[in-house]
């Protein structure tokens, strides 16, 4: 793509992500889009055939938000409690703008089909960074993993992840206050099964969990490094 080309892409990623915040994704048609962009809309439909498109882009301007503001905050040698507790509550941060269209979001991503779920192949760069990110939270914690779990961790914690935004989503709350509760209730809980994962009498779970995670419909599409 030419820089040109580059350049009238990311403004129009841009814009659309402005409207989704500021006045809803329903509510922003690709007509308004390509207006508020200064893109002809017959040039707009040939970068995005559509707004669920757009919610891709969605995803990596998150992660790569999420990236830079959690990584320097992990504590290199602290407890795996205190970094993903840490990593979690970034993630509500980066995405806190974005809670006016949450319903809007599900219906677009729950649908296996859909390309804008998070386990579809246009989601890879997305997810491939979320996944990555627990790799560093695992890295810079001082608790050990267990050896049968070491590849798979990662993506469980990205799973984690998935889970407290589902509930975000949802969570009608003054500020999201009972996802920020349930990150500090299930953290501890993650931290504690991680370590317990390491004891003889676990072997046999955790070998369990490994193979689930293996063999689910979306391993196919996570990449488990």
């Known amino acids: 793509m030419s820089d040109r080309g580059t350049e009238t892409r990311e403004k129009l990623v841009e814009t659309a992500l402005r409207l989704f915040r ?4 329903q509510a922003t048609t690709m007509r308004r889009i ?3 962009a200064g893109v002809s809309l017959g040039n707009t439909y040939y970068y995005f ?7 891709s882009e969605l995803y990596v301007v998150i992660q790569r938000d999420h990236r830079a503001l959690a990584l320097p905050q992990l504590r290199d040698g602290g407890s795996l409690e205190e970094n ?4 979690l509550h970034a993630g509500l941060d980066v995405m806190s703008p974005y809670h006016g269209f949450g319903s809007s979001f599900l219906q677009i991503a729950l649908p296996s089909t859909s390309r804008s779920s998070p386990f579809s192949v246009e989601s890879t760069d997305a997810r491939e960074m979320a996944i990555d990110l627990m790799r560093q939270v695992l890295t810079a914690s001082k608790q050990r993993t267990p050896p049968s779990l070491e590849k798979q961790l990662p993506t469980l914690l990205w799973l984690t992840y998935l889970g407290v935004t589902l509930h975000w989503v949802t969570d009608s709350s003054p500020g999201q206050t009972c996802t920020r509760t349930l990150v500090n209730g299930v953290v501890p809980v993650v931290a504690k099964a991680i370590k ?3 004891l003889p009498v676990a072997r046999g779970l955790v070998g369990d969990i490994a193979k689930l995670i293996t063999n689910t419909p979306a391993s ?3 990449t488990v490094r």
Do not use: I, M, N, S
């Open 34 to 36: 390509a207006g508020e």
């Open 49 to 55: 055939a559509g707004k669920d498109e757009l919610v």
């Open 220 to 222: 196919e599409q996570v």
């Open 22 to 25: 500021d006045e809803g994704f």
């Open 84 to 87: 993903l507790k840490t990593v």
């Open 196 to 198: 317990l994962a390491r």
